[in-house]
């Protein structure tokens, strides 16, 4: 498997150049094109602790995506991958130590060598209204995650505090908890008082933009909707 | 006419120079800076029939027109969407654009509608091309980055990816994978190509943007 990103920052998609019988796993709705030698299957994960199909289908209706494509190439093949937001995709190599946990949504594809935990409880919080979900991704492989805006990384030794909506991934050596940021935030906008204090020593990949402000910003400025 | 395709490829925009008499046709709101000698008439391509075809196709469907009057003049052009922006020679060919797509045009060019095929059971929406014929430039645009893949053979294609296409090479619109996939996966219609040429694609889909932000809408309450 080789992987290009193009198109950085602002737009990346990644080209995932696939061999004879090689496939990658993907977010539904992810694929911008590929060759014609490229299958694809479709599995359901439910996530964050369950639910099942229903639940599962509930949040299809509310505009969420939760299924998992597998493309496989027989022959060599390719496929183009990208983000529903505009921003950057990285490119995190897995070696079979460290596990990363990856914030659902920043979740694009990974190559099968992977395992995909969507179980992984990690912090089950609501954050300005919007569930967050992680997945726990293990093994030796490539993990392509993307980032609302620019993508950056802090190693992190001791502690940091991230405010929640900017969080795209982490080393599983890493452990965080909620705790209340003080101050006009945490005063003026009403539940979003809480930010992430990470401890230990690993890496840690953010966005430069909060995605769920983002989409309050717009939906603000919309018409309500049916239920 | 002279032209500069600036701010590439992330906030590209469109910069022409008109000879005195020169004239642009651009989609309503794609100005964005002029001088002052430069004209502007609103108007109905193609009639009433032409115009709701056009406005079927997601475009709208009254265009301007830009005429330099009495010397030389400047306009700038800039898509709705943030992304790139490319030039189309036109010489007696046929181009079909994503609507959207579609920037502006110096020539003798015809715009018409065209239904690319089934509709989407999963989007409700239509698959529905801009068809673009005859001789002179055509600037395109795309949401994210602009692709140029060169088909040989054949190739797949999202649909809301699609942002540009000669008439040279054969599509077909279908549904990716099985049933499963087409209703579960998200991947709702593609193109598959067959023959030789050059389309272009973005790296962003705006169908799928207007999806995500959907959950963010207020509901309505219930009287």
């Not at chain 2, 065209?114 to 059971?121: C, H, I, L, P, V």
């Amino acid at each position: 498997m080789r992987i290009e990103i193009q198109h950085r920052p602002s737009y990346a998609v990644a080209d995932v150049h696939l061999g004879d019988g090689e496939a990658v796993i993907s977010e539904g709705g992810a694929m911008v094109c590929m060759s014609t030698n490229v299958s694809v299957e479709t599995s359901t994960f439910s996530r964050g602790g369950g639910g099942g199909l229903l639940k599962a289908a509930k949040r299809l209706l509310a505009g969420e995506n939760f299924f998992l494509n597998k493309f496989t190439a027989s022959g060599d093949g390719h496929v183009s991958l990208a983000p529903t937001l505009i921003g950057d995709i990285e490119h995190i190599q897995l070696d079979g130590g460290k596990a990363v946990i990856v914030q659902g949504s920043s979740f694009l594809a990974g190559s099968t060598g992977l395992d995909l935990d969507t179980q992984f409880a990690g912090f089950k919080g609501l954050f300005s209204g919007e569930n967050i979900f992680w997945i726990k991704v293990t093994g030796t492989g490539d993990l392509l995650v993307n980032s609302f805006g620019g993508v950056f990384s802090v190693d992190v030794d001791g502690e940091y505090v991230v405010d929640t909506g900017h969080i795209v991934a982490y080393e599983e050596s890493l452990e965080f908890k909620p705790q209340k940021v003080g101050g006009w935030k945490a005063t003026l906008l009403s539940g979003e008082g809480l930010v992430c204090k990470f401890t230990g020593k690993g890496k840690l990949w953010m966005q430069t933009h909060n995605a769920p402000g983002f989409g309050q910003f717009l939906g603000a400025k919309l018409p309500p909707r049916e239920r | 006419m002279d032209y500069e395709l600036t701010g590439k490829p992330d906030y590209a925009l469109v910069e022409l120079s008109l000879e005195a008499g020169e004239s642009v046709v651009a989609e309503p709101g794609a100005m964005v800076a002029m001088s002052a000698n430069v004209q502007i008439k609103t108007e109905m391509k193609g009639g009433l029939l032409g115009g709701l075809k056009r406005k079927l196709a997601g475009e709208n469907f009254m265009t301007n027109t830009f005429t330099a009057e009495g010397a030389p003049g400047t306009i700038k052009l800039a898509p709705s969407t943030p992304g790139d922006v490319e030039a189309i020679e036109l010489s007696g060919g046929t181009y079909f654009l994503q609507a959207g797509a579609y920037i502006a045009h110096v020539g003798d060019i015809e715009i018409d509608a065209k239904f690319g095929g089934a509709k989407s059971f999963f989007s409700g929406e239509g698959f529905i091309l801009l068809k673009i014929s005859g001789t002179g430039t055509l600037f395109i645009s795309s949401y994210g980055g602009l692709k140029k893949v060169h088909v040989d053979g054949e190739y797949i294609v999202d649909t809301t990816h699609i942002v540009a296409f000669p008439d040279t090479i054969d599509y077909k619109v279908e549904a990716v994978g099985g049933l499963k996939a087409t209703f579960l996966s998200g991947e709702g219609l593609v193109c598959r190509y067959r023959g030789q040429g050059d389309i272009f694609i973005q790296t962003r889909s705006g169908p799928a943007f207007a999806g995500w932000v959907n959950p963010f809408r207020a509901v309505k309450k219930k009287n």
